[in-house]
């Protein structure tokens, strides 16, 4: 069973990590919502407050597939402020494990290398902080262990990258005739 970590720091986009944790539970990958503080009430931008399943100090980073970073603000910078976030995306990204990132997430990679030579996507905006990539306008891009995508419209098509990514196409493509995308 695949395991992944939705990060939220304070100011972090709902829908991007809502939805993307609502439908990797669909297939049964196992989505914890994690906050990157000792506190398990996490506010978005938009004032909505999410109870999270564990803060970061509980979690065994090395039984996890896959880290995930939505955005928002402040909730990017705030994540990217997360200094144990940070060491875990380092080694996740020198292990070649599965990250990713949407909205102004991307930024974070961008910052730390991870996207040179990549093919990569993001918030209009941020662009200028995906050093080295070749960026594009796409929905989701998949370069290697790393899918970017550009916000919170894109939601539901980031977390069916993901899916596709750790279950397959066939699940991915299944999942969402369930739920009636792009009708």
């Known amino acids: 069973m695949s395991y992944v970590c939705v990060f939220l720091a304070e100011g972090f986009e709902e829908v991007?990590?809502?939805t993307t944790v609502d439908l990797l539970r669909r297939v049964g990958i196992v989505a914890e919502m994690v906050s990157v503080t000792e506190q398990n009430t996490v506010t978005g931008s938009h004032g909505i407050s999410v109870i999270t399943?564990?803060?970061?100090?509980?979690?065994?980073?090395?039984?996890?597939?896959m880290l995930v970073l939505p955005g928002g603000m402040p909730g990017t910078r705030n994540?990217?402020?997360?200094?144990?976030?940070?060491?875990?995306?380092?080694?996740?990204?020198?292990?070649g494990k599965d990250i990713s990132a949407?909205?102004?997430?991307?930024?974070?990679?961008?910052?730390?290398?991870?996207?040179?030579?990549?093919?990569?996507?993001?918030?209009?905006?941020f662009e200028s902080h995906l050093s080295g990539?070749?960026?594009?306008?796409?929905?989701?891009?998949?370069?290697?262990?790393?899918?970017?995508?550009?916000?919170?419209?894109?939601?539901?098509a980031f977390s069916l990258a993901i899916i596709e990514k750790l279950l397959g196409k066939e699940t991915a493509e299944d999942l969402a005739k369930?739920?009636?995308?792009?009708?």
């Open 79 to 95: 994540l990217e402020e997360s200094e144990l976030l940070m060491q875990q995306l380092d080694l996740f990204y020198r292990e």
């Open 16 to 18: 991007e990590a809502l």
């Open 102 to 125: 949407i909205c102004a997430a991307p930024s974070i990679l961008g910052h730390r290398g991870f996207l040179e030579g990549r093919i990569a996507c993001c918030y209009p905006t």
């Open 53 to 65: 399943d564990k803060a970061i100090g509980e979690i065994d980073f090395s039984k996890v597939d």
């Open 178 to 183: 369930k739920i009636v995308y792009q009708c």
């Open 133 to 156: 990539a070749v960026v594009t306008h796409n929905e989701v891009e998949e370069s290697g262990n790393i899918i970017t995508s550009r916000g919170m419209g894109c939601a539901i």
